[in-house]
Nanobody, 126 residues
């Protein structure tokens, strides 16, 4: 079993920056990826970014390209999301996610991810 714990959420002004962290513990797998989703009140949880723990390849939603950066530490037990030029529409609960499957239909789908953190609140004021 894998446990994921997010941290770093806060209240910031539009144009500001924030860094989220996701600490992973428990059993890991040879084929593994981690990523971030977000969910605004009354809306469906949506894909933000993902990174492969094997190839280090990254993927971003169009809405955050050029502003957000995903990365991991050398031990591969912590994933970060650096968020710059924040906008009010970035306001949401941000969830860390992980999965051991090597191939899925799309990493943007909720069903492609097996492990979830409990979320951290990001609020961007204008």
């Amino acid at each position: 079993q894998v446990q994921l714990v997010e941290s770093g959420g806060d209240l910031v002004q539009a144009g500001g920056s924030l860094r989220l962290s996701c600490a992973a513990s428990g059993r890991t797998f040879g084929s593994y990826r981690m990523g971030w989703f977000r969910q605004a009140p009354g809306k469906e949880r949506e894909f933000v970014s993902a990174i492969s723990l094997v190839s280090f390849s990254t993927t971003y939603a169009d809405s955050v390209k050029g502003r957000f950066t995903i990365a991991m530490n050398n031990a591969k037990n912590t994933v970060f999301l650096q968020m710059n030029s924040l906008k009010p529409e970035d306001t949401a609960v941000y969830y860390c996610a992980g999965d051991a499957r090597s191939g899925v239909d799309t990493i943007r789908a909720l069903t492609s991810w097996g492990y979830w953190g409990q979320g951290t609140q990001v609020t961007v004021s204008s």
